[in-house]
């Protein structure tokens, strides 16, 4: 049975800076884990401020390419409603120059109304059709030959002529499609992701999502080349007090984590990573939600990573 990756993906819109950031990704690569990963919001959620306000994905990872080494750097996930697929391409390609290939992108629909509007972002009603014509500009810029040109006569998006520059050091870059989506998703994930992800969901409904991606897969002629995750909230402890502190400190309830999350002791957690592994799943993404908790990272380092 294969190893699994652990990677930290963090929540920055609740509230963290730059310097934060480059902390957290610093211990990510020092410790040993696989990625760091951060999501792409531009307002807190629940009650948090958000202080001291956003940061943006890209240029957080453009940083991030040029202060790390290692550990692979993504999105988990890029909002399609946010940029233009042009110059995404150019944002993604350039930041994986600036990683020596180390980027992944995760791309999804976009979701957070009230974060468009606070910034004045449209938020279209056909975001699908957008999203599956982005997916088809984006990977099309980078696979054309240089020297050639890209053109595309979509319904949302039109080019002509594209020279396709620059180039990702990565062909292909990583393109990463996630979500519990029971057509649509696994048809696209099908067609361009090198990886399918699903947010927050139990073993039982991860397994169903796994089988219907494979069937699209393989329906589209795919051989098993798909990298099957998911991504979990993460509050583990080195006895019930620190569980329960840690819980505390995000909001939540030890009770609730355990069944939605990874939470508990190192065993536990190990335990419960097993059963994902059991359906295919080859990578878990730790949400960590403070970030602050360095130590929360060096326990996971030191008891859960060796042992799965």
């Not at 040109?149 to 050091?169: E, I, N, R």
């Not at 699903?198 to 073993?203: D, G, Y």
Request: charged fraction near 25%; hydrophobic fraction near 45%; proline fraction near 6%.
């Amino acid at each position: 049975m294969v190893d699994m990756e652990l990677r930290i993906f963090t929540e920055p819109q609740q509230g963290a800076s730059y310097d934060t950031l480059l902390a957290v990704a610093k211990a990510t690569e020092d410790l040993g884990f696989d990625a760091f990963f951060r999501s792409d919001h531009y307002l807190a959620m629940g009650d948090a401020d958000g202080l001291p306000g956003p940061t943006d994905a890209w240029i957080t990872l453009a940083g991030l390419a040029r202060e790390t080494k290692r550990i692979r750097l993504g999105t988990l996930v890029t909002a399609a409603t946010f940029r233009l697929p042009g110059p995404l391409a150019i944002q993604v390609a350039q930041v994986d120059q600036m990683s020596g290939g180390r980027v992944e992108l995760g791309l999804g629909t976009g979701w957070f109304a009230d974060e468009h509007t606070a910034y004045g972002i449209p938020y279209p009603d056909d975001k699908f059709a957008r999203f599956e014509e982005q997916l088809a500009i984006v990977t099309g810029l980078w696979g054309t030959p240089q020297g050639e040109t890209f053109s595309f006569d979509g319904k949302h998006f039109q080019l002509a002529d594209s020279p396709a520059l620059p180039k990702p050091v990565q062909q292909p870059v990583p393109v990463l499609i996630g979500g519990l989506g029971a057509t649509r998703t696994p048809r696209l994930a099908a067609e361009y992701a090198t990886e399918f992800n699903i947010p927050f969901a139990s073993v039982e409904d991860s397994a169903q999502q796994f089988d219907r991606v494979r069937a699209a897969a393989k329906e589209r002629g795919r051989g098993d080349d798909l990298v099957y995750s998911n991504a979990l909230v993460a509050c583990v402890g080195a006895n019930d007090a620190e569980v329960a502190r840690r819980a505390a400190v995000i909001g939540r309830a030890v009770d609730e984590l355990k069944a939605n999350g990874l939470a508990g002791s190192p065993a536990e957690v190990v335990e419960k990573i097993g059963r994902y592994r059991e359906i295919g799943a080859s990578r878990v993404y730790l949400q960590i939600l403070d970030l602050a908790d360095l130590d929360h990272l060096a326990l996971i380092a030191e008891q859960v990573l060796p042992q799965v």
